[in-house]
């Protein structure tokens, strides 16, 4: 590797787009248009910097499998960072493989931290932990070492562990700070604000607060009894039941519990989930079915019992009964969520992501954007959705919760 390339290389790794550019932006041999394609990554314009990538990897000898495979994660990261979650996991896979069989294993370490950052956004936490479990951090140089921190906080907030969170992200700082990246310090402090700001509401006897991400923990290892609104989940100490396909028992639960410890009148509970604006006999007759299902359901919870007006929930352990819900109610907040951490999605991204269709994503979009909530630039499959990140509050608890170990 000539002394041009190498100079260039380290002028990324200490996080100088421009220094390598200067160096190596009139070259087109491969090692060049690699390097110049994460520079471009760098400062921001992912489009060039996929192309100057896919012209690198073709133009690497089928001999220089390491080049190649670098060029793939690379490519991986900016499909990452561009919310391209289409993009074949199994050729990251591979690449990593072969880093790793050729003993470059910072590169192998950085590929499996790409893979894991993508579960963690989609929400598979269970498999992004096992395959974090994996790397062992101690040699890891400051910013990659960074860059791990990062995720394990992720993982953590996400499973409500804020000890952990913060361990990680003090870890974290320290190695920013190390790595002396700016845009690495920043990715920190970001992180870090989202255990300072809101991020549900409880709803107790008829008033609400705001809730720090901590206070959420430790609600939920009261003696209180919980109907969850961000995870439709009801649960106390001991157990917890999960309605999060039961959208007409969830509400039942959550209508009865902002109720307590009165009782929720039979108008208002079909209108909440029936969504009737007045009560009819056969709304009547499904709301005495569904209350049966729900009092099956919650029965080592809690007691429902009928009152002359309605019906009334009674906690069989737990002191009392609150909702947690999230905090700002909306109709797509799902897709509100994604969209609000300040990078840009394409319908298609989003769909994979909530598990959903895209026809429907796609209708959600376009309410949000008739309320001026959302924004979108580009035409066909080049149109992408943005919204400054929503200030005040953290978007932890919109996005969609660990699929059921928990």
Do not use: Y
Not at 109 to 137: T, W
Not at 275 to 295: F, T, Y
Not at 328 to 334: P, Q, T
Request: with cysteine; charged share 25%.
């Amino acid at each position: 590797m000539d002394s041009l390339i190498t100079a260039a290389a380290r002028a990324l790794a200490a996080g100088d787009p421009l220094g390598a550019l200067n160096r190596v932006a009139l070259r087109d041999d491969a090692p060049a248009l690699a390097l110049r394609g994460i520079a471009m990554a760098q400062l921001g314009d992912l489009v060039l910097a996929k192309t100057l990538l896919r012209r690198a990897a073709r133009s690497f000898s089928p001999k220089e499998a390491v080049a190649r495979a670098r060029c793939i994660v690379a490519e991986a990261e900016i499909a990452l960072a561009s919310r391209d979650l289409g993009w074949p996991a199994k050729a990251l896979d591979a690449a990593r493989a072969t880093l790793e069989q050729h003993g470059d294993r910072l590169n192998g370490a950085h590929a499996r931290h790409l893979e894991v950052r993508r579960l963690l956004l989609i929400g598979r936490l269970d498999e992004a932990e096992r395959k974090l479990s994996e790397l062992d951090p101690a040699p890891f140089p400051p910013a990659l070492r960074t860059v791990h921190e990062l995720v394990v906080a992720g993982i953590a907030m996400r499973r409500l562990q804020t000890k952990a969170a913060r361990a990680a992200l003090a870890l974290a700082e320290v190695a920013a700070r190390r790595a002396g990246i700016p845009a690495l310090a920043a990715e920190v402090e970001s992180a870090s604000l989202l255990l300072r700001t809101t991020a549900a509401r409880l709803i107790a006897r008829g008033e609400e607060r705001p809730l720090l991400l901590e206070e959420v923990e430790a609600l939920q290892a009261s003696n209180v009894l919980v109907v969850d609104a961000c995870r439709h989940v009801v649960r106390d100490p001991g157990m917890a039941i999960s309605l999060a396909t039961r959208p007409v028992l969830f509400a039942l639960a959550r209508t009865l519990a902002e109720a307590w410890p009165g009782d929720a009148s039979r108008d208002m509970l079909v209108a909440r989930a029936f969504g009737a604006k007045q009560a009819d006999e056969s709304h009547r007759a499904r709301l005495r079915v569904e209350i049966g299902r729900l009092r099956m359901l919650l029965q080592d919870l809690a007691r429902l019992n009928a009152t002359k007006r309605g019906f009334v929930l009674s906690p069989s352990r737990a002191s009392e009964i609150v909702v947690l819900a999230r905090p700002v109610e909306e109709r797509h907040a799902g897709v509100l969520a994604f969209v609000a951490d300040g990078e840009s999605w394409s319908s298609s991204a989003l769909a994979l992501a909530l598990g959903t269709s895209q026809r429907s994503v796609q209708r959600a979009l376009d309410a949000l954007a008739a309320t001026g909530k959302v924004q979108s630039f580009g035409q066909g499959r080049a149109r992408r959705w943005i919204t400054p990140p929503m200030p005040g509050f953290t978007t932890t608890l919109l996005l969609p919760p660990p699929v059921p170990s928990e």
